[in-house]
Structure formats: structure tokens, C-alpha cells
């Protein structure tokens, strides 16, 4: 199991803080990306903006391979000043 989490605009435009999808064995976040947009309409949201993954909180690039049981969050990019 993937223990997937969405924050800040993410979570608003999906409306969906948290999901589990099961693990399908050898994926990268990209390819888990891909997964949630085929999901629908909303989920396209996902590819139009810029958006930072962690797994088991530790950031990382879209080329990471997934575990199964690892949590996986998607976040936008924090600005600040």
C-alpha cells in the first residue's frame, strides 16, 4: 500500500487530503503521478502546475523508485520572504 498525502492548494483543488492506492510493485513517483491524473478531470491538476514529492518525508525528484508501505506527499512550491 502507498499512503498518499496532498497539502496546502493541492489538497483544496483535489479535494482529497489523504489516499491509499495499492503498491504495483516497481514505480517512481512519476509514474504514480501519471496514475493519479488517469484518475480524472480534477487530477489533471497535477500536471498544469509545479509540484514538489516527498517519500517517507525526505524531498525528492520524480525519478524516485516507491516502496511499498512508503507515504508520499505532494506539496506546491513554498514562497516566502
Do not use: S
Amino acid at each position: 500500500m502507498i499512503h498518499i498525502h496532498f497539502f496546502a492548494q493541492l489538497r483544496e483543488r483535489l479535494d482529497c487530503a489523504n489516499l491509499n492506492l495499492e503498491y504495483t510493485g516497481k514505480e517512481t513517483v512519476a509514474d504514480l503521478k501519471q496514475r493519479l491524473i488517469e484518475r480524472g478531470n480534477k487530477w489533471h491538476w497535477l500536471e498544469e502546475q509545479d509540484v514538489l514529492v516527498a517519500i517517507n518525508q525526505t524531498l525528492c525528484g520524480f525519478d524516485t523508485l516507491i516502496n511499498d508501505g512508503d507515504e508520499v506527499a505532494f506539496f506546491p512550491p513554498v514562497t516566502g520572504g
